[in-house]
């Protein structure tokens, strides 16, 4: 198993940009597909963005198409988010989480159902 480990979080006004690290402790992303969840107070978890274990396919959310990039760099065991163009309803606590099923489409990167592993989250609070 893998237990990913987020990194990044913050607070940033609105119209700025974070961005945010997942790495796994203990072993290696490489054959892992790995997406980014996020959950605002009241509200359930949802999908923001996913990539594969190659890299060459991802998914967004349409909340965020345009402003979030999701890249992976294997030589530093890494997944990253980044986010510009910070809006308040970006404000949640954001969750990376894999999985190592074979699989493509929406069904594959943006269920949450579909992950095994999860890490605890990053606060992530965009001001006004």
């Known amino acids: 198993q893998v237990q990913p480990v987020e990194s990044g979080g913050g607070l940033v006004q609105a119209g700025g940009s974070l961005r945010l690290s997942c790495a796994p402790s203990?072993?290696?992303?490489?054959?892992?597909?790995v997406g980014w969840f996020r959950q605002a107070p009241g509200k359930e978890r949802e999908s923001v963005a996913a990539?594969?274990?190659?890299?060459?396919?991802?998914y967004y959310a349409d909340s965020v198409k345009g402003r979030f990039t999701i890249s992976r760099d294997n030589a530093k065991n890494t997944v990253y988010l980044q986010m510009n163009n910070l809006k308040p309803e970006d404000t949640a606590v954001y969750f990376c989480?894999?999985?190592?099923?074979?699989?493509?489409?929406?069904?594959?990167?943006?269920?949450?159902?579909?992950?095994?592993?999860w890490g605890q989250g990053a606060q992530v609070t965009v001001s006004s």
């Open positions: 989480a894999a999985h190592r099923y074979t699989c493509s489409g929406y069904g594959c990167y943006a269920l949450p159902s579909r992950y095994e592993y």
């Open positions: 203990g072993r290696t992303f490489s054959s892992y597909n």
């Open positions: 990539i594969n274990w190659s890299g060459g396919s991802t």
